[in-house]
């Protein structure tokens, strides 16, 4: 079916990384950067230019766009997601794609920065990539990979459809959302004008990836109010509020817990960001596990150990705040399991073997389940995400175009069920 398609995927890729759309978890607006806008425009006018003629970008920065049915059969209407930003943990500014054609399966050396090296023992998935063209950032910046991999692919599954009127498929929304990377990605978004059953993000990494179960997760915030005096005249008197957070922190567990000693199906605790005087000081964790119910247990460990931690410093006090951030959203799968079994079939079908996982994180998917449209995650090809290392294979976006294009039309073959 697509021997003779000409893929309009990495180019449009390439072109994309170029915008630069990270977000700012700090920005209290939506979008977080209005430089998020500019990909959201020109997003909106290259589905105009196929012929999408409700391609829009509203005032939050959501692109929305409805490819038409050209079937006569009743079929739900699966929608199609990706994320615009990139992450704030390393720049997306003036990044440099660079086409490393037929790969030699050795080290790639950014040329921009000889010390970043992307090395197969540090990536084991380059080994599978020999022979196939890679694209990375040149050393200096993210690739933005994560997730313009996901945009690319669904403009290109769109320029598909359009260029084959042959191939059946129900109605198909497509929705580029902002500031995914900082939890805020559906914060805005209106689903009733969306319009869709059924949705899919395209946001995970290795072809043939499938993700229908992420972390729970909720965020924690903790002040440690302290008693502030000249320390001139302190003795008896100051409670030094950073010593306070610093205490409290050093008894976190050193070989459990953390990121840093936890993979597989095992959750953790994670403080991201701290700031203070000697006053008052504030920590932020997040908090993630699988089993929503664990998010409790952690955080009544925490409230102890901040317990603990108070009765060494008489005349300290501590707010301590939970806020939901997002929930597994294999919880809500389950209710559906036609939307796991087509994009397996979908797959396949592409000559792809499967690899279902659990996500150690979160996608725009988490919460658009729990908010009404179950949202697994397909693979994009995007690898070493956040980072100077970020790569892509031109090969496996490809794939990914080819796997969705086969799922709307696995949607149209089964029909309502």
Do not use: W
């Given at each position: 079916m697509f021997q003779n398609y000409q893929?309009?995927?990495?180019?449009?890729?390439?072109r994309y990384v170029q915008i630069d759309t990270q977000s700012d978890p700090h920005s209290k607006t939506t979008p977080s950067t209005e430089k998020q806008k500019n990909l959201g425009r020109l997003l909106a006018d290259e589905l105009i230019a196929m012929g999408i003629r409700d391609a829009h970008m509203d005032e939050f920065g959501y692109v929305y766009?409805?490819?038409?049915?050209?079937?006569?059969?009743?079929?739900?209407?699966?929608?199609?997601?990706?994320?615009?930003?990139?992450?704030?943990?390393?720049?997306?500014?003036?990044?440099?794609?660079?086409?490393?054609?037929?790969?030699?399966?050795?080290?790639?050396?950014?040329?921009?920065?000889?010390?970043?090296?992307?090395?197969?023992?540090?990536?084991p998935y380059l080994q599978e990539k020999k022979g196939e063209d890679i694209i990375t950032a040149s050393g200096k910046t993210l690739l933005?990979?994560?997730?313009?991999?996901?945009?690319?692919?669904?403009?290109?599954?769109?320029?598909?459809?359009?260029?084959?009127?042959?191939?059946?498929?129900?109605?198909?929304?497509?929705?580029?959302?902002?500031?995914e990377e900082i939890g805020r990605g559906v914060d805005k978004?209106?689903?009733?004008?969306?319009?869709?059953?059924?949705?899919?993000?395209?946001?995970a990494g290795e072809r043939g990836a499938y993700e229908d179960e992420t972390f729970s997760a909720d965020g924690v915030s903790i002040t440690f109010h302290g008693v502030s005096t000249h320390p001139g005249y302190a003795k008896d008197k100051l409670v030094n509020a950073i010593k306070v957070a610093a205490a409290f922190l050093d008894s976190l567990p050193k070989d459990e817990w953390s990121p840093?000693?936890?993979?597989?199906?095992?959750?953790?605790?994670?403080?991201?960001?701290?700031?203070?005087?000697a006053e008052k000081v504030t920590i932020q964790f997040i908090i993630r596990d699988f089993i929503t119910a664990k998010l409790a247990a952690y955080e009544e460990s925490l409230k102890d150990k901040v317990g603990d931690t108070l009765k060494k410093f008489p005349g300290a006090k501590a707010d301590f705040v939970v806020k939901e951030q997002y929930r597994n959203m294999k919880e809500v799968l389950n209710n559906y399991p036609q939307v796991s079994e087509y994009a397996i079939q979908a797959i396949q079908r592409s000559g792809i073997t499967v690899k279902q996982s659990s996500a150690r994180g979160g996608t725009d998917g988490s919460r658009l389940s729990f908010m009404g449209l179950p949202c697994p995650n397909i693979f994009t090809g995007e690898m070493a995400f956040h980072g100077k290392h970020e790569y892509v294979s031109i090969q496996d976006m490809q794939k990914s175009v080819e796997t969705i294009v086969n799922l709307a039309q696995i949607w149209e073959q089964s029909g309502i069920r």
């Open positions: 893929f309009t995927v990495a180019e449009r890729f390439i766009a409805t490819i038409a049915a050209n079937t006569e059969k009743k079929v739900p209407v699966i929608c199609f997601c990706a994320h615009m930003d990139t992450a704030p943990d390393c720049t997306g500014k003036d990044v440099k794609p660079i086409i490393h054609s037929n790969y030699d399966g050795g080290d790639i050396i950014l040329p921009d920065d000889g010390t970043q090296i992307i090395s197969p023992a540090e990536h933005g990979a994560d997730d313009k991999a996901g945009v690319a692919i669904i403009l290109d599954m769109a320029n598909y459809l359009y260029a084959h009127p042959e191939v059946k498929h129900g109605t198909i929304k497509i929705l580029f959302t902002p500031d978004v209106d689903l009733k004008k969306l319009g869709a059953d059924f949705g899919y993000t395209l946001d840093e000693t936890t993979d597989g199906r095992y959750g953790f605790v994670h403080p991201v960001h701290i700031e203070g005087i």
